[in-house]
């Protein structure tokens, strides 16, 4: 019994051979889609950043709260303000001010195969910072009071969203998660029940840009799942 009102479920109806052809061709074109440290500062166009954060904003997530703000940054100001405290961040966590580095050596030994230091000129070069926020509290009227549910799940979801689409859009990203990242907060100027997740740096590449051969590693199917 249903008490509740309620709309009609509404799913295209499609053959076996179109779903595995529209599946496989999605597959093929998100195969393609590599990290991007290496952005040029032309301009992308909003309209497909709007689009990109409407479509992640219909991620299922819990209770239908919807706990996530996604803060977009084109001042060249902010961008480089935000750059200015993450490198600060950065450069303790690799240990570059000739402190003791917080990351483990195991961890900086990985890293390196990445090609990865302190320095982000991305944040600054990109076009879009596309600052990601968590909602613990607020509920659908974002009071500040009501409690969220499945909050890491219901904002991981909808960031894959995002960048699934900023891809489909032809636009390079990046996700960057400076640790501590509580600097976003007032930078973005988002409230204390907020809490910053990552920050998708969005734009074209460089001309010149290139990826790590290690990057392009990617585990079989056979590896990454099972059937039961």
């Given amino acids: 019994m249903r008490d509740h009102e309620t709309v009609p479920y509404s ?46 904003g219909t991620a299922p997530n819990g209770a239908n709260h ?6 977009v940054v084109e001042s060249l100001e902010r961008k480089r303000a935000i750059r200015e405290a993450a490198e600060a961040e950065e450069r303790r966590f690799y240990g570059a001010d000739g402190d003791d580095p917080k990351a483990s050596e195991e961890w900086l030994g990985t890293l390196r195969d990445l090609g990865t230091d302190a ?55 990046l996700t960057h ?15 204390e029940w907020e809490k910053p997740v990552m920050i998708v740096v969005v734009g074209r590449p460089a001309i010149d840009a290139t990826v790590p051969a290690k990057a392009t590693r990617k585990k079989p199917l056979s590896q990454i799942a099972s059937w039961l």
């Fill in 177 to 191: 998660t400076p640790s501590p990242m509580g600097f976003l907060r007032e930078a973005c100027e988002r409230p």
């Fill in 119 to 173: 320095d982000k000129p991305f944040l600054e070069t990109a076009p879009y910072l596309i600052v990601v926020f968590a909602q613990r509290k607020g509920g659908i009227e974002e009071d500040g009071q009501t409690q969220n549910y499945y909050v890491n799940e219901s904002v991981g979801i909808a960031c894959g969203m995002l960048i699934a689409t900023l891809h489909e859009a032809g636009l390079a990203t």
């Fill in 66 to 71: 919807q706990p996530w703000h996604f803060a």
């Fill in 11 to 56: 799913l295209a109806a499609m053959s076996d051979e179109e779903s595995v052809a529209r599946a496989q061709a999605l597959r093929d074109r998100l195969k393609q889609r590599r990290s991007c440290r290496y952005f040029s500062d032309a301009p992308a166009p909003r309209e497909a950043i709007e689009a990109a954060i409407e479509a992640a």
